[in-house]
């Protein structure tokens, strides 16, 4: 990059000085690079790494709650990702399994399913569940779903006299195999916890929490559950306006609450290497905008709706709203905390992104927020 623009200097001083000294105006195309200063900066933990796994919705949902024990205890509590995913994997085997195999099986979820599991089996501290096991130091789930998957389209195939419930238990035993059983109680901070006191300790109510979205194909201020394929548990998600979603995701940042967020990276301006998520006017800055601020896309509902429905916006990544930044045009973007490891010279930002609002309103697909974080006028419309 510095010889690129060594050499416009170049050519400007060639063109400036040319003619025995008569000056000659030549237009060069404004150019900035980004920088960034702090708008708001809401305390997370450390960037992690979710390895070879499709369990970035436990990493960043956990990361989400960690922020929120902090918020209310003062406290950072490291919690187990993996805790949440072992319990989660029986309910998506058994949605499996009650459908006939007609629907997807994989790695995938949503942050309501860290939240389905930590009502029902409670939350532990990484250091009472890593699921690392062996020595390993890093997550590798590649064996986990095939071998799942032959156990129950197995037991979906058998015809109906010789069925049998044995697929949970071997369901089980896998699980426990790549991922160790769970801890019936642990010792944290010199005291011993099982899984529901050690949640009743950071005083987590899962009710408190609601899914915002924003979608033309179901009315505005009521409740949907959204056909997409990682919400198997059937998650309800709270319809608004596109506009009205910035509102909310802004007043809570500012407000001191974070948000998870669901949306869609498989676009070629959301860059963990450049750590930017933008969406250019012009396409062909696509590449100049991952170091150069251009101008980007004017998002309207309708496009939201249409890239949604031609699958160019999927869920296919969850990560963790922490804060705000702009730059120097004043421009917003929200500072995203990636489950993709921040120490690595090839991850920009220290493991985050920094998703400008025109990138966020049209490859969102949903966040997670805390209820008193939403506008007083919200929650009534919501009757929240």
Same mark, same amino acid.
């Given at each position: 990059? $510095?010889k690129?623009i060594?050499?416009?200097?170049?050519?400007?001083?060639?063109?400036?000085? !040319?003619q025995e000294?008569?000056?000659?105006?030549?237009?060069l195309?404004?150019?900035?690079?980004?920088?960034?200063?702090t708008v708001v900066d809401?305390?997370?933990? !450390?960037?992690k790494?979710?390895?070879?796994t499709?369990?970035?919705?436990s990493?960043? =949902?956990?990361? *989400?709650?960690e922020?929120?024990i902090f918020?209310?205890?003062?406290e950072m509590i490291?919690? +187990?990702?993996m805790?949440?995913?072992?319990?989660?994997?029986p $309910? $998506?085997?058994?949605?499996?399994?009650?459908?006939q195999?007609?629907i997807?099986?994989?790695?995938?979820?949503?942050?309501?399913?860290?939240l389905n =599991?930590i009502?029902? %089996?409670g939350?532990?501290?990484? +250091?009472a569940?890593s699921?690392l096991?062996?020595?390993a130091t890093?997550h590798?789930h590649?064996?986990?779903v095939?071998?799942?998957?032959?156990v129950?389209?197995?037991?979906?195939k058998?015809?109906?006299d /010789?069925?049998? @419930?044995?697929?949970k238990?071997?369901?089980?035993s896998?699980l426990?195999?790549h991922?160790?059983k769970?801890?019936?109680?642990f010792l944290?901070?010199?005291?011993?916890y099982t899984p529901?006191?050690f949640l009743?300790m950071? $005083?987590?109510?899962t +009710?408190?929490y609601?899914?915002l979205? /924003?979608?033309?194909h179901? @009315?505005y201020?009521t409740?949907?559950?959204?056909?997409? @394929?990682d919400?198997?548990?059937?998650?309800?998600f709270?319809?608004?306006?596109?506009d009205d979603?910035?509102?909310?995701?802004d007043?809570?940042?500012?407000k001191g609450?974070?948000?998870a967020?669901?949306?869609d990276? =498989?676009e070629?301006? %959301?860059?963990?290497k450049?750590g930017?998520?933008?969406i250019?006017?012009?396409?062909e800055?696509?590449?100049k905008?991952?170091?150069?601020?251009?101008?980007e896309?004017?998002?309207t @509902?309708?496009?939201?709706?249409?890239e949604?429905?031609?699958?160019?916006?999927?869920?296919?990544?969850?990560?963790?709203i922490?804060?705000?930044?702009?730059?120097?045009?004043g421009?917003e973007?929200y500072?995203?905390k990636? +489950?993709?490891?921040g120490? /690595?010279?090839?991850?920009g930002?220290d493991g985050?992104?920094?998703?400008s609002?025109p990138? *966020?309103?049209?490859k969102t697909?949903?966040v997670?927020v805390h209820?008193?974080?939403?506008?007083?006028k919200?929650?009534?419309?919501l009757?929240?």
């Amino acid at each position: 990059m $510095k010889k690129y623009i060594l050499t416009i200097s170049i050519f400007a001083n060639a063109l400036l000085f !040319a003619q025995e000294g008569n000056t000659v105006k030549v237009n060069l195309p404004s150019q900035e690079t980004y920088n960034f200063t702090t708008v708001v900066d809401v305390e997370a933990s !450390a960037v992690k790494s979710q390895g070879i796994t499709g369990t970035c919705w436990s990493f960043a =949902s956990s990361s *989400f709650i960690e922020s929120e024990i902090f918020r209310t205890s003062g406290e950072m509590i490291d919690i +187990s990702e993996m805790y949440n995913v072992r319990y989660t994997y029986p $309910k $998506k085997a058994w949605n499996y399994v009650m459908r006939q195999g007609k629907i997807q099986f994989s790695e995938g979820g949503l942050a309501h399913d860290v939240l389905n =599991s930590i009502n029902q %089996f409670g939350l532990v501290p990484e +250091s009472a569940y890593s699921g690392l096991l062996n020595g390993a130091t890093k997550h590798d789930h590649k064996k986990i779903v095939p071998e799942l998957k032959v156990v129950l389209d197995a037991y979906i195939k058998n015809d109906k006299d /010789s069925k049998t @419930p044995n697929w949970k238990v071997a369901v089980d035993s896998i699980l426990d195999k790549h991922l160790g059983k769970t801890p019936d109680n642990f010792l944290f901070n010199n005291k011993f916890y099982t899984p529901n006191t050690f949640l009743k300790m950071t $005083k987590l109510k899962t +009710s408190d929490y609601v899914t915002l979205t /924003s979608f033309l194909h179901q @009315p505005y201020n009521t409740s949907f559950v959204l056909n997409i @394929p990682d919400n198997f548990s059937n998650g309800l998600f709270y319809n608004i306006e596109l506009d009205d979603l910035i509102v909310e995701v802004d007043n809570a940042l500012k407000k001191g609450y974070t948000l998870a967020l669901d949306c869609d990276v =498989s676009e070629k301006t %959301f860059s963990s290497k450049f750590g930017v998520a933008i969406i250019p006017n012009n396409p062909e800055n696509n590449k100049k905008g991952l170091t150069y601020i251009v101008e980007e896309k004017n998002i309207t @509902p309708e496009f939201r709706q249409q890239e949604f429905e031609n699958f160019n916006t999927t869920d296919d990544h969850l990560m963790h709203i922490v804060g705000m930044v702009k730059d120097q045009k004043g421009n917003e973007y929200y500072k995203v905390k990636n +489950s993709w490891g921040g120490n /690595s010279e090839r991850i920009g930002n220290d493991g985050y992104v920094y998703m400008s609002k025109p990138f *966020f309103k049209l490859k969102t697909i949903s966040v997670l927020v805390h209820k008193e974080g939403l506008n007083k006028k919200l929650r009534k419309k919501l009757s929240l």
